[in-house]
């Protein structure tokens, strides 16, 4: 079956950490995107990549980073340098502009103690 | 700038009331696509609807309509005689072509009583 996976699904790590989440589809989507949800809000961009290799900053860029070398992957990196880390984070992919239901993975919950 | 608003942060009705949740957009872009997503406490995000900025025709889907409005930038969503499975957070989302990304309002959490 066709699917975006986020792995893992709840993420534990010390604060000063970085750590890594990833993002896996299989539906040959062109477009992927990560946001952040925070208890209570909704869900704010943090980046999101257009092609390979090419990727654009969201709202809430600072502190994370991304990578696009592979159509299927587009992992994020919480850095040290994110103030404010504890988080939901979901990541989503689309065929392009003109097929545009965004496809969502089952997300990260990320806890920094 | 885009923005998409959903003023209503919580709702609670009674089972089997109809229920209508708001939605807002801005855009500069004469092509965009609108969403209506449902988060249950899962967390995952189940796509409902999705339409396209040339294409005003409301339209049905068993118990819920979306009613989408140029004049007014607005998308709303109405659940007709709702369940206690509806109960969830709703975010409506706008896509405009020149930015090509996906922006979310900050949802609406629908809580259904039995």
């Known amino acids: 079956d066709g699917g975006i996976t986020q792995s893992p699904k709840y993420l534990f790590r010390k604060e000063g950490q970085n750590v890594t989440l990833s993002c896996e589809q299989n539906l040959n989507h062109d477009a992927m995107y990560w946001y952040r949800q925070d208890p209570g809000q909704g869900l704010r961009l943090i980046y999101y990549s257009q092609i390979v290799n090419d990727f654009q900053k969201g709202d809430i860029a600072e502190g994370y980073s991304v990578s696009r070398e592979k159509k299927e992957s587009f992992p994020l990196t919480v850095t040290s340098a994110q103030k404010n880390p504890t988080a939901f984070y979901l990541c989503a992919s689309t065929m392009g502009f003109l097929n545009t239901e965004a496809f969502f993975g089952q997300g990260t919950r990320l806890t920094v103690v | 700038a885009q923005k998409v608003t959903q003023a209503q942060t919580e709702i609670s009705v009674v089972e089997k009331e109809d229920v209508t949740l708001d939605c807002v957009y801005e855009t500069r872009d004469t092509t965009y696509y609108l969403f209506w997503y449902k988060q249950p406490p899962s967390g995952e995000l189940v796509f409902l609807i999705r339409?396209?900025?040339?294409?005003?025709q409301n339209e049905i889907s068993g118990r819920y309509s979306w009613n989408f409005q140029k004049s007014t930038s607005s998308f709303n969503f109405t659940i007709t005689a709702s369940q206690v499975v509806d109960s969830a957070v709703y975010f409506c989302?706008?896509?405009?072509?020149?930015?090509?990304?996906?922006?979310f309002g900050s949802g609406t959490r629908l809580s259904i009583r039995p």
């Open positions: 339409r396209n900025s040339f294409d005003e």
């Open positions: 989302a706008l896509l405009e072509g020149s930015a090509s990304k996906i922006i």
